[in-house]
């Protein structure tokens, strides 16, 4: 059964740091790559950022740049985001999803439901000012 659990979510004040990780089972972990996403209430889903773990390529968007990291552990098939400075405008459901690496990491890596498969349940952060 493919499986993504995420984990690692909860509330922080302004300028704190939290991470993520995204538990993959059920695939072949280094044949995908696995994004995060994130959906604040009443607004659409957004790509934050990427990884292929068969080579450790990443994305991020530029409004997480220089804030939010990813990166793997692909002995435990397990992808971290590590957020820091957070702000306000990060509150979100953070969702961790795959797709084949063979699309590799251009521009629709980072659009929602740009060729991922397999979606976790998702992991509330909360950032209080």
């Known amino acids: 059964e493919v499986q993504l659990v995420e984990s690692g979510g909860g509330l922080v004040q302004a300028g704190g740091s939290l991470r993520l990780s995204c538990a993959a089972s059920g695939f072949t972990f280094d044949d995908y790559a696995i994004g995060w996403f994130r959906q604040a209430p009443g607004k659409e889903r957004e790509g934050v950022s990427c990884?292929?773990?068969?080579?450790?390529?990443?994305r991020v968007v530029d409004s997480v740049k220089g804030r939010f990291t990813i990166s793997s552990d692909n002995a435990a098939n397990t992808v971290y985001l590590q957020m820091n400075s957070l702000k306000p405008e990060d509150t979100a459901v953070y969702y961790c999803?795959?797709?084949?690496?063979?699309?590799?990491?251009?521009?629709?890596?980072?659009?929602?439901?740009?060729?991922?498969?397999?979606w976790g349940q998702g992991t509330q952060v909360t950032v209080s000012s």
């Open positions: 990884i292929r773990t068969s080579d450790g390529s990443t």
């Open positions: 999803a795959a797709r084949s690496r063979l699309y590799g990491l251009g521009t629709d890596a980072l659009t929602p439901y740009g060729q991922y498969d397999y």
